[in-house]
């Protein structure tokens, strides 16, 4: 999956040590989007457990991680995936992305979450995507309103991201979406 600027890859054991590095750089940058973090997630052995786990997951259909990639550098600039993959009559996957900082407001993150989106729907076969994001968290919503994704309501205390119980905006996009 590409574009001129950027392409999305399934992520492999050789991309763990660049993973580690655009983790450690954008370590503080991330902190008030994500979990609390232990020690050991910053380590090259928690990285490679977390790209096999991702694998893993693809090989049985849970989920797809895949890294944003600078076309021209083929640099590792970020992170994207879908998760929580559900079949049967829900067809639906969640999304989530993260992007290093230096590389903020260039237009990286809709390329990519469009790209992904796209995969989702034809290589996938997914019917919808889902996405949460925090009400602060305004470069976010606006990727997702640029990629194409409807506000669907508010959630709250729907995830402990920095030790704390996080209210969410519900975004979503379908197949149907695209057609129209």
């Known amino acids: 999956m590409n574009d001129d600027s950027i392409y999305l890859r399934r992520l492999d ?41 991702g694998i893993q997951g693809a090989e049985s259909d849970q989920s797809y991680i895949f890294g944003i990639f600078l076309q021209e550098k083929d640099t590792l600039i970020g992170r994207i995936a879908l998760t929580g ?33 796209q995969y989702a729907f034809d290589e996938l076969g997914l019917h919808r995507i889902q996405a949460a994001v925090m009400p602060r968290n305004k470069p976010s919503l606006r990727v997702l309103a640029k990629a194409g994704f409807r506000r669907e309501g508010l959630a709250e205390k729907y995830l402990n991201i920095n030790g704390v119980w996080e209210d969410h905006v519900l975004f979503a996009r379908t197949a149907e979406d695209i057609m129209e």
């Open 85 to 117: 993959l559900a079949r049967g009559p829900f067809q639906n996957a969640n999304m989530g992305y993260c992007l290093d900082q230096a590389q903020n407001g260039k237009g990286y993150m809709t390329r990519a979450v469009v790209q992904c989106v």
């Open 13 to 53: 054991l050789t991309d763990a040590p660049a993973l580690l590095a655009l983790r450690l750089r954008n370590r503080a940058f991330l902190q008030p989007f994500e979990p609390v973090r232990e020690e050991a997630y910053f380590t090259l052995e928690t990285q490679e457990k977390e790209i096999a786990a």
